[in-house]
């Protein structure tokens, strides 16, 4: 029985596999001349230099502006980039009480993610999606760090999409030391011939393919299987399944996607032709450098002078027949101002492709707040899809991943996430950018309307307490900070009180003067 599912399985990442070598030519590209140090998808390439096609480092920087750039926006370091708030199925008068609970939970979560290696292992997926696709491994932890984060190489892994068109495949194949197969799998099963390996032969290398996939047999359920085949033998060492929202361990997530395609198309193929471009002029630039510095002669062939004899350095004498020539210059052929303005308009090119940009200089002087916060909004707009994309495909399933983990350790306690009884709220720069865009919408509109129609129909029209409950989320406010309707409505009892004795004071004065007057 498991013989055959592991043909089935290995036949069906064969498949997957063979898709994906139509991608490859393309991927190795964009890694050759902007990420030299990431493994190539031919050969073991781990500790070998790959920089010999890169003679301009615009792409290189690029790269890794963008991950940080875009980890800045999307998820930064210690910061609350997402808040969980009660979804649609919790009632409306009891959503106030539950967000305050659930403001509690956001923090635990948070705490956990920031004593995590999350932002070094998410920074290195952003490389990769700058090329389409990112992949991070999601696993539990220990009694210390309880999540455990690792991005997943492009060339280890080989996806495919379902019915749906979505993800449901996952095949990650790697190379495992046999002393290391029980160390990875403690519950694993090993027939012979691997325990013979793992005492024998420890250090000696295997191939491990681990196999997630959906499982269309629960139905409205989220629910997956996974196995772990040793290639070399085709035997299964471990199966299982596990369902629930976040109990996939891998989370997949494209920049963008063209239609009946499977891997994400990122911003650096949009700038590939720039790159080439930029490299081969620099490498022209180059040649053309050294012609002009060491220089170019011709001369007579009078049987005297030997071209393969003369060493061109200071002090050297060169015999010459009499009224010859000898060695005359050439002129470097070539303009270098040409090749600067080609250069400098390439160059923005690939910035302007990686969104570098979008945030300004970083040598100027700061910006402030407010401009920051206008670029933001601009960014938001200019990678709209891709947001969205991010929003659904990393930041939830990370969010909803990292609660199934703390759930199923037994530190948390929570309702599913799911959008219905609890929801995830993105907070980050990025989506605050929105958030500003809507309020000053909402800013004009109050304004405009006072000034057509006066403060008597404002006031019929706004409710003053709604108003700054709205304002207080987009402006991301704790809902601690917040007094609860029930403080609210006791508040407005004491003030009215307070007016009401307030006014029969004063009528009690009036009324003692007119009995002295």
């Known amino acids: 029985m498991h013989e055959e599912i592991a043909k089935n399985y290995i036949s069906k990442y064969e498949k997957a596999k063979t898709h994906r070598e139509s991608f490859i030519p393309l991927?190795?590209?964009?890694?050759?001349?902007?990420?030299?140090?990431?493994?190539?998808?031919?050969?073991?390439?781990?500790?070998?230099?790959?920089?010999?096609?890169?003679?301009?480092?615009?792409?290189?920087?690029?790269v890794q502006e963008f991950a940080s750039r875009l980890q800045a926006g999307l998820v930064p370091n210690f910061a609350r980039w997402a808040d969980f708030v009660a979804g649609s199925e919790v009632p409306k008068e009891q959503r106030e009480e539950v967000n305050n609970d659930l403001d509690e939970v956001t923090d635990y979560v948070f705490e956990v993610l920031q004593n995590s290696n999350f932002a070094q292992e998410v920074h290195e997926s952003f490389m990769d999606l700058a090329v389409g696709t990112g992949v991070l491994h999601v696993a539990e932890g220990n009694a210390v760090y309880p999540i455990n984060f690792s991005a997943v190489p492009l060339p280890h892994v080989v996806l495919d999409t379902g019915?749906?068109?979505?993800?449901?495949?996952?095949?990650?194949?790697?190379?495992?030391?046999?002393?290391?197969?029980?160390?990875?799998?403690?519950?694993?099963?090993?027939?012979?011939?691997?325990?013979?390996?793992?005492?024998?032969?420890?250090?000696?290398?295997?191939?491990?393919?681990?196999?997630?996939?959906?499982?269309y047999s629960k139905i409205n359920e989220d629910a997956y299987l996974s196995y772990i085949v040793e290639l070399t033998d085709k035997k299964i060492i471990k199966s299982d399944s596990f369902k629930g929202v976040g109990s996939n361990p891998f989370i997949c997530f494209r920049w963008s996607k063209c239609s009946g395609?499977?891997?994400?198309?990122?911003?650096?193929?949009?700038?590939?032709?720039?790159?080439?471009?930029?490299?081969?002029?620099?490498?022209?630039?180059?040649?053309?450098?050294?012609m002009a510095i060491s220089g170019i002669y011709q001369l007579d062939d009078d049987g005297i002078i030997n071209p393969d004899t003369i060493n061109l350095v200071p002090g050297t004498v060169i015999p010459k027949a009499p009224n010859s020539a000898g060695l005359q210059p050439i002129r470097a052929a070539g303009s270098f101002d040409v090749s600067q303005f080609i250069l400098s308009d390439m160059r923005m090119n690939i910035k302007k492709a990686l969104f570098n940009e979008m945030l300004g200089d970083p040598n100027k002087t700061p910006a402030t707040a407010t401009e920051i916060a206008e670029r933001m909004a601009d960014l938001s707009r200019q990678i709209g899809s891709a947001f969205g994309r991010l929003q659904s495909e990393l930041v939830q399933p990370v969010l909803q991943r990292v609660i199934y983990i703390l759930k199923k350790q037994?530190?948390?306690?929570?309702p599913t996430v799911n959008g219905r009884q609890v929801k995830v709220r993105s907070v980050s720069p990025l989506?605050?950018?929105?958030?500003?865009?809507?309020?000053?919408?909402?800013?004009?509109?109050?304004?405009?309307?006072?000034?057509?129609?006066?403060?008597?129909?404002?006031?019929?029209?706004?409710?003053?307490?709604?108003?700054?409950?709205?304002?207080?989320?987009?402006?991301?406010?704790?809902?601690?900070?917040?007094?609860?309707a029930s403080e609210r409505q006791e508040l407005i009892r004491l003030m009215q009180q307070a007016q009401q004795m307030q006014s029969m004071q004063q009528q009690q004065q009036g009324g003692e003067q007119l009995v002295e007057q």
């Not at 190795?28 to 096609?53: L, V």
């Not at 000696?204 to 499982?215: F, P, R």
């Not at 037994?410 to 929570?414: F, K, N, Y």
């Not at 000053?440 to 108003?467: D, I, K, R």
């Open 27 to 62: 991927f190795e590209e964009c890694y050759e001349y902007s990420m030299p140090q990431r493994e190539s998808f031919y050969t073991e390439s781990i500790g070998q230099r790959r920089d010999e096609k890169i003679f301009d480092e615009t792409a290189v920087v690029g």
């Open 163 to 215: 019915p749906d068109d979505k993800v449901d495949h996952i095949f990650r194949e790697r190379k495992v030391r046999y002393s290391d197969l029980p160390i990875l799998y403690p519950d694993g099963v090993f027939d012979a011939k691997c325990q013979n390996m793992i005492l024998n032969s420890p250090d000696v290398k295997t191939s491990i393919l681990e196999i997630v996939c959906k499982d």
């Open 261 to 290: 395609e499977i891997y994400g198309r990122g911003p650096l193929m949009n700038a590939l032709s720039a790159i080439k471009t930029t490299n081969l002029t620099v490498r022209l630039v180059l040649e053309n450098a050294q």
């Open 410 to 414: 037994g530190r948390i306690e929570i």
């Open 431 to 484: 989506s605050q950018g929105q958030a500003r865009q809507d309020i000053n919408n909402t800013a004009q509109w109050m304004q405009l309307v006072q000034q057509s129609f006066g403060p008597e129909v404002m006031n019929l029209l706004v409710s003053g307490e709604e108003v700054a409950s709205h304002l207080a989320k987009k402006f991301n406010v704790p809902d601690s900070l917040i007094r609860d």
